[in-house]
């Protein structure tokens, strides 16, 4: 641990990405808003911290990129705009998957985080495994000063119950909430570029009132948001006039 305090004691603030489940694009928020925060001329960098699926290098572009090792350590991979990045993704080769057990996870997230240098940041940018197991509370402890946790939920009644949980173990593990960020919520029309609320939306605000945590804004449902995930283009750069983009604009201003 203290070598990993070592290691970080150059960057200003750790935000953490969690969500209480898969399938609620963490992964994307987590790397527009990284990406928001360079465009306000903040250095930053982004961990990826999914063993079992890292989407990180695949959504800022970087699949077939590898880690190199330095003089003091990991160098991360410089990444659009040059955010540093890294990401369990950059240890195996395309396609390629590995089976990782408990106790080697464990030592194994220890030694990747004491072996990184990053340098002097900003901000970083802690995309979370999914879900509120072993793995993301291991994550939380390790980082040294956590400044605290960003929760992503959908607007289904499910994803609101897991969040919730979420929420409750960062209160029990005095871990500070920054807020709850609603994404999918609404659609934004690929026609007319308009928001329409064709299903159930304002489940996270309501949400962050019952569990007294800020609420950090609604992103709509946008077809282009996974198109250029896959493409490896972010989104907030592509399409900055977009209302998710000036979304993801308005999330950080009240964070930073």
Same mark, same amino acid.
């Given at each position: 641990?203290?070598?990993?305090?070592?290691?970080? =004691?150059?960057?200003?603030? *750790?935000?953490?990405? +969690?969500?209480?489940? #898969?399938?609620? $694009?963490?992964?994307? @928020? %987590?790397?527009?808003?990284?990406?928001?925060?360079?465009?306000?001329?903040?250095?930053?960098?982004?961990?990826?911290?999914?063993?079992?699926?890292?989407?990180?290098?695949?959504?800022?572009?970087?699949?077939?990129? =590898?880690?190199?090792?330095? *003089?003091?350590?990991? +160098?991360?991979?410089? #990444?659009?705009? $040059?955010?540093?990045? @890294? %990401?369990?993704?950059?240890?195996?080769?395309?396609?390629?998957?590995?089976?990782?057990?408990?106790?080697?996870?464990?030592?194994?997230?220890?030694?990747?985080?004491?072996?990184?240098?990053?340098?002097?940041?900003?901000?970083?940018?802690?995309?979370?495994?999914?879900?509120?197991?072993?793995?993301?509370?291991?994550?939380?402890?390790?980082?040294?000063?956590?400044?605290?946790?960003?929760?992503?939920?959908?607007?289904?009644?499910?994803?609101?119950?897991?969040?919730?949980?979420?929420?409750?173990?960062?209160?029990?593990?005095?871990?500070?909430?920054?807020?709850?960020?609603?994404?999918?919520?609404?659609?934004?029309?690929?026609?007319?570029?308009?928001?329409?609320?064709?299903?159930?939306?304002?489940?996270?605000?309501?949400?962050?009132?019952?569990?007294?945590?800020?609420?950090?804004?609604?992103?709509?449902?946008?077809?282009?948001?996974?198109?250029?995930?896959?493409?490896?283009?972010?989104?907030?750069?592509?399409?900055?006039?977009?209302?998710?983009?000036?979304?993801?604009?308005?999330?950080?201003?009240?964070?930073?």
């Amino acid at each position: 641990m203290d070598i990993i305090k070592g290691k970080m =004691k150059g960057i200003r603030y *750790k935000l953490a990405v +969690l969500s209480g489940k #898969g399938g609620v $694009g963490k992964s994307t @928020v %987590s790397a527009n808003l990284a990406m928001a925060l360079v465009q306000r001329g903040q250095k930053t960098g982004i961990i990826d911290s999914d063993f079992h699926g890292p989407s990180i290098p695949k959504i800022l572009g970087l699949q077939g990129k =590898k880690l190199m090792i330095g *003089k003091e350590g990991i +160098l991360p991979v410089p #990444g659009p705009l $040059g955010i540093k990045v @890294v %990401s369990t993704g950059f240890l195996m080769d395309d396609n390629e998957s590995l089976t990782w057990f408990d106790e080697f996870k464990r030592g194994a997230l220890e030694e990747f985080l004491a072996s990184v240098q990053f340098g002097p940041l900003d901000y970083l940018v802690l995309d979370l495994p999914p879900g509120t197991g072993a793995e993301t509370l291991n994550m939380m402890k390790y980082i040294p000063d956590l400044t605290g946790v960003i929760v992503v939920t959908i607007p289904s009644e499910l994803s609101q119950g897991v969040a919730r949980r979420g929420v409750t173990i960062c209160q029990k593990a005095k871990v500070p909430i920054i807020g709850i960020i609603e994404n999918m919520s609404g659609f934004v029309c690929p026609d007319c570029g308009k928001k329409a609320n064709i299903f159930q939306t304002g489940g996270g605000e309501n949400l962050a009132q019952a569990m007294g945590v800020p609420f950090l804004g609604c992103i709509p449902l946008d077809e282009r948001i996974s198109q250029t995930a896959d493409n490896g283009t972010p989104f907030i750069l592509q399409y900055p006039d977009s209302v998710s983009a000036k979304t993801f604009h308005s999330i950080i201003e009240k964070i930073i």
